[in-house]
């Protein structure tokens, strides 16, 4: 009892001094949950404006050749692109940005056309300019149907039936349901922005409440008490943990709020009171890894600043997973749900696409998570038996 006493009385020791300084707890408990909807709804209404109004708009398409297929001309004003002049370099117009992309008409054009074999019209474009993608796929949308018309009109003059050179009438049939289709644009951003969170989320209080109090010279009092020194690392995480979960809380509720006054791609960010539920259950792990992890890198720093510097590599930690999905897709394994990060992000996809979660997943997930965080939790306690911890410098 004396034991959990003493846990108690310094999470809430470490609370309340983190609630003391007001503009700390303000940028460690409220900016990302107010930052993350704002930045991501922003970025999904600036993407839905863009292809709305590229969409929408008349498409100008500078056209060299044109006298050579005014037909085809016509038919591409009839779905909405125009044709212009081209410009006399028009590769450097392009490499300015001025023209997204343009049209070169073959001179034989004509000759092929009338003699029935095809005739070449040419796409010109900087293919690593992501503005000029969608009206690159407008004009060579067009182009395809304008073929697909033509050749199924000169069939018909010919007496055949246009369907007999398509063998096949090819179905797709999804399996998605409704909410793994609506998950898809959260599974990209989602699970990153909880799992690092979780993992830093308490990275402002283990911080000072280890290296911070060290170089205040504060720490020393606390380890001279005869509490455990198990108990007040526990306090410490505790704490941590704490707010962790609390700035978890309000990302969700962020972006739940948020989504219910977005249209379009952001309703997608919206996500249920269940679903909130179950990802705070299962980033539970990830939370007592990271303040695990920060309480014994705090212990080992020998100054503020060192302990800070840890932030840069301990961020990227939490990317790996997203990449390697990214660039190699994997199925469901059992064994992913014992590695860090893949497995809080297999989780999280799960959780987000509405999947039933096995018995045996959870129990996989939560031994390995916990486990882990208990391995770093005795490093950490072994760390603040030594004397040498109370001295700064």
Same mark, same amino acid.
């Given at each position: 009892?004396?034991?959990?006493?003493?846990v108690?009385? #310094?999470?809430?020791?470490?609370?309340?001094d983190? &609630? +003391?300084?007001?503009?700390?707890?303000?940028?460690?408990?409220?900016l990302?949950?107010?930052?993350?909807?704002l930045?991501?709804?922003?970025?999904?209404?600036?993407?839905?404006?863009?292809?709305?109004s590229?969409?929408?708009?008349t498409?100008?398409?500078?056209?060299?050749?044109?006298?050579? &297929?005014?037909?085809?001309?016509?038919?591409?004003a009839?779905?909405g692109?125009?044709?212009?002049?081209?410009?006399e370099?028009?590769?450097?117009a392009?490499? +300015?940005?001025? #023209?997204?992309?343009?049209?070169?008409i073959?001179?034989d054009?004509?000759?092929?056309?009338?003699?029935?074999?095809? &005739?070449?019209?040419e796409?010109?474009?900087?293919?690593?300019?992501r503005?000029?993608?969608? !009206?690159? =796929?407008?004009?060579?949308?067009?182009?395809? $149907?304008?073929?697909?018309? *033509?050749?199924?009109?000169?069939?018909?003059?010919?007496?055949?039936?246009?369907?007999?050179?398509?063998?096949?009438?090819?179905?797709? +049939?999804?399996l $998605?349901?409704?909410?793994?289709?609506?998950?898809?644009?959260?599974?990209?951003?989602?699970?990153y922005?909880?799992?690092?969170?979780?993992?830093?989320?308490?990275?402002?209080?283990? *911080?000072?409440?280890?290296?911070?109090?060290?170089?205040?010279?504060?720490?020393?009092p606390?380890?001279?008490?005869p509490a455990s020194? =198990?108990?007040?690392?526990?306090?410490?995480?505790?704490?941590?943990?704490?707010?962790?979960?609390?700035?978890?809380?309000?990302?969700?509720? $962020?972006?739940?709020?948020?989504a219910?006054f977005?249209?379009?791609l952001?309703?997608?960010l919206? #996500?249920?009171?269940? $679903?909130?539920?179950?990802?705070?259950?299962?980033?539970?792990?990830?939370l007592f890894?990271g303040?695990?992890?920060?309480?014994?890198?705090?212990?080992?720093?020998?100054?503020?600043?060192e302990?800070?510097?840890?932030?840069?590599?301990?961020?990227?930690? !939490?990317?790996? !997973?997203?990449?390697?999905?990214m *660039?190699?897709?994997?199925?469901?394994?059992?064994?992913?749900?014992?590695? !860090?990060?893949?497995?809080?992000n297999?989780?999280?996809?799960?959780?987000?696409?509405?999947e039933p979660?096995?018995?045996?997943?959870?129990? *996989?997930?939560?031994?390995?998570?916990?486990?882990?965080a208990?391995?770093?939790?005795?490093?950490?306690?072994?760390?603040?038996?030594?004397?040498?911890?109370?001295?700064?410098?």
């Amino acid at each position: 009892m004396n034991a959990l006493m003493t846990v108690w009385t #310094v999470m809430v020791k470490e609370l309340r001094d983190l &609630a +003391r300084d007001r503009r700390t707890l303000f940028l460690a408990l409220l900016l990302a949950p107010l930052l993350y909807p704002l930045f991501i709804l922003g970025a999904s209404a600036l993407a839905e404006n863009r292809i709305r109004s590229q969409i929408d708009r008349t498409l100008e398409v500078p056209v060299i050749g044109g006298e050579h &297929a005014p037909n085809l001309l016509a038919f591409l004003a009839t779905q909405g692109i125009r044709a212009t002049a081209a410009p006399e370099d028009l590769e450097a117009a392009i490499a +300015r940005q001025d #023209v997204d992309v343009a049209l070169r008409i073959d001179a034989d054009f004509a000759g092929n056309w009338h003699a029935g074999r095809p &005739a070449l019209v040419e796409i010109i474009r900087d293919g690593t300019r992501r503005d000029a993608e969608i !009206p690159a =796929s407008r004009l060579q949308t067009a182009l395809g $149907a304008y073929s697909q018309q *033509v050749g199924a009109l000169r069939l018909l003059a010919r007496g055949i039936d246009a369907s007999a050179l398509r063998p096949l009438d090819v179905g797709v +049939r999804d399996l $998605a349901t409704k909410e793994a289709r609506r998950g898809i644009l959260m599974a990209m951003l989602l699970p990153y922005l909880l799992i690092l969170t979780s993992f830093i989320g308490g990275a402002y209080l283990i *911080v000072d409440a280890t290296a911070g109090e060290r170089e205040r010279q504060s720490l020393e009092p606390l380890l001279a008490t005869p509490a455990s020194r =198990s108990a007040i690392v526990s306090g410490k995480i505790a704490a941590a943990c704490a707010m962790g979960l609390g700035t978890l809380l309000l990302t969700l509720l $962020a972006f739940k709020l948020s989504a219910q006054f977005s249209s379009g791609l952001g309703r997608q960010l919206d #996500v249920g009171f269940r $679903a909130i539920m179950q990802m705070l259950f299962a980033l539970l792990p990830m939370l007592f890894i990271g303040t695990s992890l920060l309480t014994l890198l705090a212990a080992s720093a020998k100054s503020m600043k060192e302990a800070q510097s840890h932030m840069t590599w301990l961020m990227l930690l !939490p990317l790996i !997973p997203s990449i390697a999905l990214m *660039v190699n897709p994997v199925k469901n394994q059992l064994w992913q749900f014992a590695v !860090p990060f893949l497995a809080q992000n297999q989780m999280l996809l799960k959780i987000i696409r509405h999947e039933p979660i096995e018995a045996r997943v959870w129990l *996989v997930y939560l031994a390995a998570g916990f486990a882990l965080a208990a391995l770093l939790w005795f490093v950490a306690v072994r760390r603040y038996q030594q004397e040498r911890l109370a001295i700064s410098g």
